[in-house]
């Protein structure tokens, strides 16, 4: 019987070796980095800020399909996203506008070949309090207000580090930013609260910004945004429905666009993504897509 045990032992020896050995091989294959590729591997987007929540979703969806890709997001003022690519504390950045001349002659001078896509379609508001009697108000008639020509009484407001909403309104209405007359607030919320509060002020910001402040509840019932048209043209007073927004109709359409490294191959991928089935998350936000969804119809 010992002698038995005695020869069972280098068996029972060995097939404990073989466990922990594939024991081992298993935890190294789970461990082991997934390299880049347009599927896989990790990576840092900014974005501005009110483009968060779609952002997210459009993250959340992706992964979900490519479970090797982790994208992380860092939301800022718009005063920043760029910045943050241009030190490359991040691999591609979501941002309402184009970039400027100065932004892209940088990446220039610092020999970096960015590809930018356009992947949705966002536009500028105008809200005032829902006691105030305005009922619309042309680009010429915005552009005096925000320019201090024409004051009767108003209080224009725009969120300070907002510097991409004042340069796309800036280029809309031709007016330079430095001749721009307006009390700056610290965050869109704020901006919100404060025309909820003053039957006077009158406020600029992105429509994904208020949308995303209605979200959560904040202002919703006391603000409204004021129809927009341009005098040139004789046009009526357009509302910033998501329709008019994506065929160009109302007059403060900006385009959505994604920057990032030429190069960088889950970069190009994600972009990829934005550009073809993310644009069905973009037409389901609170943005317009860039482009119409395809659909396929099955007739049985």
């Given at each position: 019987m010992n002698n038995q045990a005695y020869q069972n032992a280098p068996v029972k020896v060995i097939n404990s070796l073989l466990l922990l050995l594939s024991m081992l091989f298993l935890m190294n294959?789970?461990?082991?980095?997934?390299?880049?590729?347009?599927?896989?591997?990790?990576?840092?987007?900014?974005?501005d800020r009110q483009l968060r929540d779609?952002?997210?979703?459009?993250?959340?969806?992706?992964?979900?399909?490519?479970?090797?890709?982790?994208?992380?997001?860092?939301?800022?003022?718009?005063?920043?996203?760029?910045?943050?690519?241009?030190?490359?504390?991040?691999?591609?950045?979501?941002?309402?506008?184009?970039?400027e001349a100065v932004e892209d002659s940088l990446f220039a001078t610092m020999h970096h070949s960015l590809r930018r896509e356009p992947v949705a379609r966002d536009a500028i508001i105008c809200i005032v309090n829902?006691?105030?009697p305005l009922s619309k108000l042309s680009l010429k008639e915005?552009?005096?207000?925000?320019?201090?020509?024409?004051?009767?009484?108003?209080?224009?407001?725009?969120?300070?580090?907002?510097?991409?909403?004042?340069?796309?309104?800036?280029a809309a209405t031709g007016l330079h930013k430095k001749e721009m007359r307006a009390g700056g607030c610290t965050s869109e919320n704020e901006l919100i609260k404060r025309v909820s509060n003053d039957d006077k002020a009158i406020g600029l910001l992105f429509r994904s910004s208020l949308d995303g402040a209605q979200k959560v509840g904040n202002g919703q019932k006391d603000v409204r945004?004021?129809?927009?048209?341009?005098?040139?043209?004789g046009s009526s007073p357009i509302e910033p429905t998501q329709q008019n927004i994506f065929e160009g109709r109302y007059p403060l359409v900006t385009t959505v666009y994604y920057v990032y490294y030429a190069g960088d191959a889950l970069a190009a991928g994600f972009?990829?993504?934005?550009?073809?089935t993310g644009q069905k998350a973009f037409e389901k936000s609170y943005l317009a897509p860039y482009r119409a969804f395809t659909r396929t119809i099955i007739l049985k």
């Open positions: 294959c789970s461990q082991r980095k997934v390299g880049d590729s347009a599927r896989s591997g990790q990576m840092t987007l900014a974005v779609i952002a997210s979703i459009q993250v959340e969806t992706f992964t979900r399909y490519y479970p090797d890709a982790v994208i992380k997001l860092q939301p800022s003022g718009s005063d920043m996203t760029i910045k943050h690519l241009l030190d490359r504390n991040v691999r591609a950045a979501l941002i309402s506008g184009v970039p829902r006691m105030n915005l552009k005096s207000l925000f320019s201090g020509k024409e004051s009767s009484g108003v209080t224009p407001l725009v969120t300070a580090d907002d510097y991409r909403l004042l340069s796309v309104f800036a945004v004021i129809p927009l048209y341009k005098e040139a043209d972009g990829s993504w934005l550009s073809t």
